[in-house]
């Protein structure tokens, strides 16, 4: 079975504060994926990349940035939380040019 | 970013019932996937559709690429209370770099009173 883990399953952070979500994979995937989901506006993608050290940006980046550092492992950041990035985060990763698979997500509560 | 159409954008089930909803776009996909999220929770994968005209079946879940490979539809037959939920559809067009969903605006399913 795939497996995605997200680092935590509910975050409260202050305005200002940087933050880390992390989340791992357990199935060697070359892709991986960040998205937020927000009610009436679906799942949009923050950024992905293909390959450690490589990312792009997705439909709305502004406000994060990412690491890939190893192949597992992909970390989204909050470089200066704000109160518009209170969001379900959800992660994702993909073998090369097939199918997502999706973490439990992190529900974050910016205040 | 862009949305396949996806409708109906709410139904109710009774148990029993089959029930059945449907993504259309006006871009050609390489692959079609059907996801159901529980609320709190990440969205989990049905069935994936590789190949236009491609009919597959996960219990009572049923899912076709439709031959222009411009939609898809996914069938659940008998429904159950647990069937409660929102199902996403996700069309993936390979690129040479990653490949990106895009996604249905999900339906939501909810258990007539």
């Known amino acids: 079975d795939v497996k995605v883990t997200q680092s935590s399953r509910y975050l409260v952070k202050r305005t200002g504060e940087k933050v880390f979500l992390e989340c791992v994979q357990d199935m060697d995937h070359e892709n991986m994926f960040w998205y937020r989901q927000d009610p009436g506006l679906g799942l949009r993608l923050i950024y992905f990349s293909y390959d450690v050290k490589m990312k792009e940006k997705g439909d709305i980046p502004e406000g994060y940035s990412v690491s890939r550092e190893k192949k597992e492992r992909f970390s989204l950041i909050l470089e200066s939380a704000s109160t518009n990035q209170t969001s379900m985060y959800l992660c994702?990763?993909?073998?090369?040019?097939?199918?997502?698979?999706f973490g439990p997500g992190t529900r974050l509560t910016v205040l | 970013g862009q949305q396949l159409n996806q409708s109906p954008q709410s139904m109710f089930i009774q148990e029993g019932e089959d029930v059945s909803m449907n993504c259309t776009s006006s871009s050609i996909f390489n692959t079609w996937l059907w996801y159901k999220q529980d609320p709190g929770e990440g969205p989990v994968l049905l069935i994936a559709?590789?190949?236009?005209?491609e009919l597959t079946s996960n219990g009572r879940l049923t899912a076709q690429f439709g031959i222009t490979r411009k939609d898809s539809f996914l069938n659940i037959s008998a429904s159950i209370p647990s069937d409660v939920g929102i199902y996403f559809c996700?069309?993936?067009?390979?690129?040479?770099?990653?490949?990106?969903?895009?996604f249905g605006g999900g339906t939501r399913v909810l258990v007539k009173p």
């Open positions: 559709l590789y190949k236009a005209g």
């Open positions: 996700a069309g993936v067009l390979f690129k040479a770099a990653g490949n990106k969903l895009t």
């Open positions: 994702a990763s993909s073998p090369r040019g097939d199918t997502q698979y």
